[in-house]
């Protein structure tokens, strides 16, 4: 069986839980507290197995693999059903761009460690911080809401009636979105997606406050 080492809230652990539950694949979650313990994801023994001390790391037999959008593309090659990609070569690009906008533009500057360096070393405040936290995700979500709006006549998800990794990528940002407050009045689109998807038990089943590692 597969096993995810995984953190409830972590936005791109909560990617692969989504690719996995929509993939109908079983997996043993394993639980990388990012906070307790100093973040679990430094200690010498995870550190081994993933090196860039982060979470998701799957593994699946003696194959080891991180980063969330490797880990959704190696399920979709080995597990193609339901795909996550489109079938047409520019549509599945498209499906790509919108989730590394994601993956590697808005989340990385909002991610835990960049908060915590920021309140760390650099001695920002909590209030600053916020603006930051929020000021990436709005500046990101600008670009997504005209991407998805292109696609509103098509469907109910990011790109049509097909939930794509898009929606995967998508739906845990705007959870982040939600947590911190950012306003979402322009982003009706955005919005619209999230509640779609949400409808459906893959994503239901994937949310933070349904894992068993949650805390409050």
């Given amino acids: 069986m597969m096993r995810l080492y995984d953190y409830w809230r972590s936005s791109a652990a909560y ?46 037999g003696e194959f080891r693999l991180n980063q969330s959008l490797a880990i959704i593309e190696y399920l979709e090659d080995s597990h193609p059903t339901p795909a996550l990609l489109p079938a047409d070569a520019q549509t599945k690009a498209q499906v790509r761009a919108f989730s590394q906008a994601i993956a590697c533009d808005i989340h990385p500057l909002d991610n835990l460690r960049v908060l915590q360096y920021l309140t760390g070393p650099m001695e920002v405040s909590e209030e600053k911080k916020l603006v930051w936290y929020q000021h990436w995700i709005l500046e990101g979500f600008k670009a997504l809401e005209q991407m998805a709006a292109s696609y509103a006549d098509k469907g109910s998800y990011c790109f ?53 590692d949650a805390t409050y």
């Fill in 15 to 60: 990617r692969v839980r989504i690719a996995l539950n929509l993939k109908g694949l079983s997996y043993e979650a394993h639980s990388v507290h990012l906070v307790k313990d100093g973040g679990q994801q430094h200690q010498s023994d995870y550190k081994t197995l993933n090196p860039q001390g982060l979470v998701p790391l799957l593994t699946d």
């Fill in 160 to 212: 049509g009636e097909q939930v794509t990794m898009a929606d995967v990528c998508l739906i845990p940002q705007v959870y982040n979105a939600n947590r911190f407050n950012c306003p979402m009045t322009n982003f009706p689109r955005l919005r619209e997606i999230n509640d779609n998807c949400l409808k459906l038990e893959a994503f239901q089943k994937a949310t933070p406050e349904q894992q068993a």
